[in-house]
């Protein structure tokens, strides 16, 4: 595994290695953060929590070591979890006990996930 330099990467990739590795360490430390993302229908909320932590991190390094898979795959998990941002975006507008600001927040990330993907796919593998 070789690391060519954080520095040479486009800046894109470089805010998805920063992202994801923050995101995906406090995955796995305060799990209980993220279940309001999981949808019930997929139970076992904090497996899907870890799981999704771990391939954050994974992504990061795949993305920062130019894995071959690593854009397509970090892709894929973009998406993934754009699903799930998309399911609480719609869970808390319906709820009546949110606020206008988390409602407001829900949407308003909804968005920035398409330039994380457009970044992800445009990452360099060696």
Not at 5 to 30: E, M, V, Y
Not at 35 to 46: C, D, E, H, S, T
Not at 83 to 106: K, R
């Amino acid at each position: 595994m070789k690391i060519a330099g954080l520095k040479d990467l486009p800046i894109g990739t470089k805010i998805i290695i920063f992202i994801f590795l923050l995101s995906g360490s406090f995955h796995l430390i305060n799990p209980g953060v993220f279940q309001a993302l999981v949808p019930p229908i997929l139970g076992m909320q904090n497996f899907w929590i870890i799981l999704s932590g771990i391939l954050e991190i994974v992504c990061a390094i795949g993305l920062l070591t130019r894995q071959k898979w690593a854009p397509k795959f970090t892709a894929f998990i973009l998406i993934a979890i754009w699903v799930g941002n998309w399911w609480y975006a719609i869970d808390v507008t319906f709820n009546l006990e949110s606020s206008w600001f988390l409602i407001l927040g829900s949407w308003l990330r909804l968005p920035l996930q398409i330039p994380l993907i457009q970044w992800a796919l445009r990452s360099p593998v060696n």
